[in-house]
């Protein structure tokens, strides 16, 4: 990767072409708006996506998260979001060099047996090497790319006039609290010092995980833009789809039991469930990796996913609708409960039916995309609803891991793993769970698990 690709100059003048290009999209949807000139949502949605593929970085990252998120965008603006591709180009040795040495100091390299100069994986905001400790243990070292916080920062401020785009054409949802809850989790994501606290809080959680593997830190070569763990080996998870059911039904169970436990026990959820964050072991025992995007929920937030599963059951409205308080809906009709009620019982459906099943069918790869386009559509008919921002990795992870779950074709009884998991919930219990656990990994809450009308305005 050159210079130009890493200076923040360099970065801006990117994203001053990429302003030009939504102001002009921006100009066309108003023409629709107030002119009544027809802009076909199809073709504007590519223009988007080729506005954006120019980019490197965060913003690139962004949309493609967009993508899984049912309440943000149209079903024609995921189709070619779901296309930019996150991987970015690897930094070169110098620049690797250069970063190595801000982090750790010039004699760096004494600090390794060994340390290899290509990239074992890149992405949108660092990149990963392996290397070799004094005392033989393999290690993964993930390194921020230079200039990320202005990237980051600049990129907010896309993705703010993306999704203001958005709501002028289509007013079904407002993205305030979705844009609030990307912002504050991306901030997140270039603290690799709270990574690492994460990822410590993880491996407590799942220590009595016989079937998930989490890294280990290594503090003396870690920094607050160097995350050094322990290196993790596993075969990708598509690698197991042609295998034997068994095999395949073990996978879905270990990878429930990694995601689930740590939120009905401890109120946390790893909220990026794609494909590069996890890999599978010889024993079907997975590895759980990148614990950058984490979310800590208040417990009352957890009382209210198995309140409303509790009203889904038994058909109960208003049951529902205190479910959807607690979370922070609001301005609730019994109409709207009713809607929200059609993407929960899609959501929750597996989990509802006491037999062996999959998770559920797609025709198009994008698991809830169907279900997901009727129930804006009947909102977009009601006016105008705010997701609470908890909602959105909530809603992230359970898309995520279901999608994964259809390509493995799991046959599981998803009804009795989940009832086991809940049957001795109590949310006293786990707010004391929660805070020992926090406390002990020095992991703060999140900063807006204020009430939801305590928070300020984003």
């Not at 160097?226 to 075969?235: H, M, Q, S, V």
């Amino acid at each position: 990767m050159g210079s130009e690709e890493n200076s923040f100059g360099g970065r801006m003048m990117r994203y001053a072409r990429v302003s030009t290009q939504m102001g002009g999209l921006a100009a066309r949807l108003a023409g629709e708006r107030y002119l009544g000139l027809k802009v076909e949502r199809g073709k504007h949605a590519a223009d988007l996506k080729d506005a954006l593929g120019g980019l490197r970085g965060p913003l690139v990252k962004v949309a493609q998260m967009l993508a899984t998120i049912p309440e943000a965008l149209p079903q024609e603006y995921v189709g070619e979001l779901q296309q930019l591709q996150a991987n970015a180009p690897p930094m070169g040795w110098a620049f690797v060099k250069r970063r190595m040495a801000a982090e750790l100091g010039p004699d760096w390299q004494s600090r390794f047996a060994g340390f290899e100069k290509e990239a074992a994986a890149a992405a949108s905001l660092g990149q990963v090497h392996k290397a070799v400790h004094h005392d033989g243990r393999l290690l993964a070292c993930k390194l921020q790319y230079p200039d990320m916080r202005s990237a980051v920062e600049a990129d907010l401020n896309q993705l703010k006039l993306i999704l203001g785009i958005f709501e002028r054409y289509d007013k079904a949802i407002s993205t305030r609290q979705i844009h609030a809850e990307i912002s504050a989790r991306l901030r997140e994501e270039l603290d690799y010092d709270l990574e690492g606290r994460h990822c410590r809080l993880y491996r407590s959680m799942l220590a009595e995980e016989a079937g998930v593997h989490v890294p280990e830190v290594v503090p003396e070569l870690s920094t607050k833009r160097l995350l050094t763990t322990n290196w993790l080996d596993g075969e990708p998870i598509l690698s197991t789809v042609g295998g034997e059911l068994e095999r395949r039904n073990l996978l879905a169970l270990n990878m429930f039991r990694a995601w689930y436990v740590p939120l009905y026990y401890y109120g946390v959820i790893h909220g990026d469930p794609h494909l590069g964050n996890y890999s599978v072991r010889p024993d079907t025992s997975i590895n759980l990796l990148d614990f950058g995007c984490v979310r800590v929920f208040p417990p009352k937030f957890v009382g209210g996913v198995i309140e409303l599963y509790r009203a889904l059951q038994t058909n109960d409205r208003e049951r529902a609708a205190e479910a959807y308080r607690t979370w922070g809906f609001g301005h609730l009709t019994n109409d709207i409960v009713d809607v929200l009620n059609v993407w929960a019982g899609f959501l929750y459906a597996p989990v509802l039916e006491d037999r062996t099943r999959t998770i559920g069918e797609t025709n198009n790869g994008v698991y809830g995309r169907e279900k997901a386009a009727a129930v804006h559509g009947e909102l977009k008919r009601l006016g105008t609803i705010e997701v609470p921002r908890e909602f959105v990795f909530m809603d992230r992870a359970a898309l995520g891991l279901g999608s994964v779950f259809i390509h493995l074709k799991a046959e599981v009884n998803w009804y009795q793993l989940f009832n086991e998991l809940i049957a001795d919930f109590d949310q006293t219990a786990l707010a004391a769970r929660q805070r020992e656990m926090l406390t002990r990994h020095d992991v703060p809450l999140s900063p807006d698990d204020a009430a939801p009308d305590e928070r300020p305005a984003a």
